[in-house]
């Protein structure tokens, strides 16, 4: 089969030749560049309106060939652009009377690098202009297993660059500025597998505006930025016992970010693969190749239906051409049992009779100041809330002895097993209630998934590295949304589970967490 892709949901018009024969795909693109600023709508959708029409001519020309379906990004991206390359999609299906394939773009980034490392279930990351998330394959569908709360990897760099008067896109600027960088203090936000980039960015600019060579701003923001993504990463790897992950997006050109995923997977034993820049950056390659899968598995669109969609989630989108398939991402936690690792995302724990003890372990993917600076201060964190949190009447381990030089803590034995191996809706219900109470106290855990709780005749909240002090609805939002990010990654029947927790919740906890929950869900999608 051959296929003809169709990208512009964006700054790149692109059009590609895939054959399923050969698997070779070839690719005609032409990139939007802002005279200033950012990406403008409108002059993007005039660039579109221009290229568009000549990559698919080219592309068929340099092809030659019979083509037996039309493959278009329906989104998501920016209206004006989306609408004019389907608008040529569908012209061009409707003329060589082939079916038309609509494909979800950040979905493509991800089955890009499925496609070429020939992976089982991998986490994907995607790390590209207008989005930031990891991806896992779970009945059925690709799941958001963490995302941005803000703008997306690449926009936030862009954003940074602009300030100090730089062209679009700033990405690869901010690379070659950093080879000459040392490293400078910045700000570092993981909340789970949730992360933001607002702050970090504020903080850069600041820092520029002050004085700072900005080599060392571009050097420090990278080693943040990419050390917040590759722990998101090990942390979904942990979470779902997967042991493949891939990159994809436009960001993932950049060769530090690559080196230290690579270095992370290699420490975890885990298989890392990022395609070959064409297939990184935005492209009509990767919607071709995902568009013949589709077609394929007979998910074509009448064109009646085909409408754009600029807010299309990946998780929106039934993954037809994987049906049948019984792997999970989460195989490991679905199976019953965990993956046999019990190696956490950040630490090594030895479980002992009575005792347990936890050992942060230097990352050598993340700076050496970075990597002291975070297993320092979450080790003394970790001490302190959990002493906290029992006060307010949250179970948890007693902490037997803190070795902060060394980052190790000695906390007794609680639980039986996971609370990822023993989910039930009562079970979920009493953590409902555990964690109004501990925000009651002005305590935030900030990474409670079914993992950092465990199970015995009573629910235990462990793992409090990642916790701090707040009274704020907002962060205790997050909780709740994290939890319930776990849930949805990994359980069957989440619906239940989300809805008996939020009932406990409910119980001791204040509403306006629980308002703010249904904002925070909105908000972290796609900006
Ligand atoms: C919805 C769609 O339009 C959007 N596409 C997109 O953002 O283009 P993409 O090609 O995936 O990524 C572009 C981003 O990738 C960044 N970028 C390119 N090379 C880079 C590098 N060497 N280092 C860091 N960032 C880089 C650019 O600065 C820009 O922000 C998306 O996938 O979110
Ligand atoms: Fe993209």
Known sequence: MRVLGVEGTAWCASAAVHDTETDETLIESDAYEP????????????????????????ALDRSGGDIDAVAFSRGPGLGPCLRVAGTAARALAGTLDVPLVGVNHMVAHLEIGRHEAGFDSPVCLNASGANAHLLGFHDGRYRVLGETMDTGVGNAIDKFTRHLGWSHPGGPKVEEAAKDGEYVDLPYVVKGMDFSFSGLMSAAKDAVDCGEPVENVCFSLQEHVFAMLTEVSERALSLTGSDELVLGGGVGQNARLREMLAEMCEQRGAEFYAPEPRFLRDNAGMIAVLGAEMAAAGDTIPIAESAIDPNFRPDQVPVTWREGESVAVGRGVSAGGLSGDRRGAEAVVDVL??????????????????????????????????NEARKAGVPTPLVHDADVAESTLRLQRVGESDLAEALTP??????????????????????????????????????????????????????????????????????????????????????????????????????
């Open 35 to 58: 005279e200033s600023g950012g990406i403008h709508p409108r002059e993007a959708a005039e660039h579109m309106g221009d290229a568009i029409p000549r990559v698919i001519e080219t």
């Open 353 to 386: 009779d009575d005792e347990v003890v936890k050992r942060r372990i230097p990352k050598s993917y993340r700076h050496p100041e970075l990597d002291a600076t975070l297993r320092r201060d979450r080790t003394v964190l970790e001490a302190r809330l959990l």
């Open 426 to 527: 009562e079970r979920a219900r009493e953590l409902g209630g555990l964690l109004a109470r501990l925000h009651g106290a002005g305590v935030v855990h900030g990474d409670p998934t079914t993992r950092n709780v465990r199970v015995g005749d009573r629910l235990f909240l462990i793992d409090f590295g990642l916790g701090y002090h707040s009274g704020h609805p907002e962060d205790h939002a997050m909780d709740l949304h994290v939890f319930e990010g776990s849930v949805e990654g990994t359980a069957a029947d989440p619906e239940p589970i989300c809805r008996a927790f939020e009932a406990g919740y409910a119980e001791f906890g204040e509403p306006a967490v629980l308002e703010r929950l249904a904002e925070v869900r909105d908000r972290g999608r796609y900006q």
